[in-house]
Nanobody
Framework: QVQLVESGGGLVQPGGSLRLSCAAS????????MGWYRQAPGKERRLVAT???????NYANAVKGRFTISRDNAKNTVYLQMNSLKPEDTAVYYC????????WGKGTLVTVSS
């Protein structure tokens, strides 16, 4: 089994920055894709960004140029650097990992408001 623990969420003003972290533990051998999804109030859960074990990245159009995903394989950790945050970025952000099955973190709340 794989357990995921997210951290780094909080309240930030528009235009500000925040960095999310997600550490994987348990049966971590063979982890392929790591990434982040988010669910805004009244919206469906949507993909934000993914990164493969070979560091190929994919971003939702809404965050391209503002968010950067990265991973540290030695630490089994994926990060999401969020810059130029907008109110519409407000959501619960969920860590996502694949190892044959999909695994999800419990989520961390990001609120962008003045």
């Amino acid at each position: 089994q794989v357990q995921l623990v997210e951290s780094g969420g909080g309240l930030v003003q528009p235009g500000g920055s925040l960095r999310l972290s997600c550490a994987a533990s348990g049966s971590i051998f063979g982890i392929n894709v790591m990434g982040w999804y988010r669910q805004a109030p009244g919206k469906e859960r949507r993909l934000v960004a993914t990164i493969t074990s070979s560091y190929n990245t994919n971003y939702a159009n809404a965050v391209k140029g503002r968010f950067t995903i990265s991973r540290d394989n030695a630490k089994n950790t994926v990060y999401l650097q969020m810059n130029s945050l907008k109110p519409e970025d407000t959501a619960v952000y969920y860590c996502y990992v694949t190892r044959g099955f999909e695994y999800w973190g419990k989520g961390t709340l990001v609120t962008v408001s003045s």
